[in-house]
């Protein structure tokens, strides 16, 4: 099993950044996929979850309307628009392929850095 997270970088405020993430190992097309993240001294937060079939996303309060998860079944990827970048929003994020809560699996990671 494989995810690989891709896209992360360093950003003004107010700025753009599109996450992708690629999946191999497991049947992509059965899996709930998620974006969490987590800031140095906190803790892991989910911030956006779309199901399998990719109906139903769910969001974060704080990234409501500035961040949008899809994904293309297809091509085995799930992605995470991020609009109206900000400070806060700098933290590590990571992919999660989960099914049934007993199936979960994670990537390593990509950085986020929202700065001046």
């Known amino acids: 099993v494989q995810l690989v997270e891709s896209g992360g970088g360093l950003v003004q405020p107010g700025g753009s950044l599109r996450l992708s993430c690629a999946a191999s190992?497991?049947?992509?097309?059965?899996?709930?996929m998620s974006w969490y993240r987590q800031a140095p001294g906190k803790e892991r937060e989910l911030v956006a979850i779309?199901?399998?079939?990719?109906?139903?996303?769910n969001y974060a309060d704080s990234v409501k309307g500035r961040f949008t998860i899809s994904r293309d079944n297809a091509k085995r990827t799930v992605n995470l628009q991020m609009n109206s970048l900000k400070p806060e929003d700098t933290a590590k994020y990571y992919c999660?392929?989960?099914?049934?809560?007993?199936?979960?699996?994670w990537g390593q990671g990509t950085q986020v850095t929202v700065s001046s």
């Open positions: 999660n392929a989960n099914l049934w809560r007993v199936y979960d699996y």
């Open positions: 779309i199901t399998s079939n990719g109906g139903s996303p």
């Open positions: 190992g497991f049947t992509f097309t059965s899996y709930d």
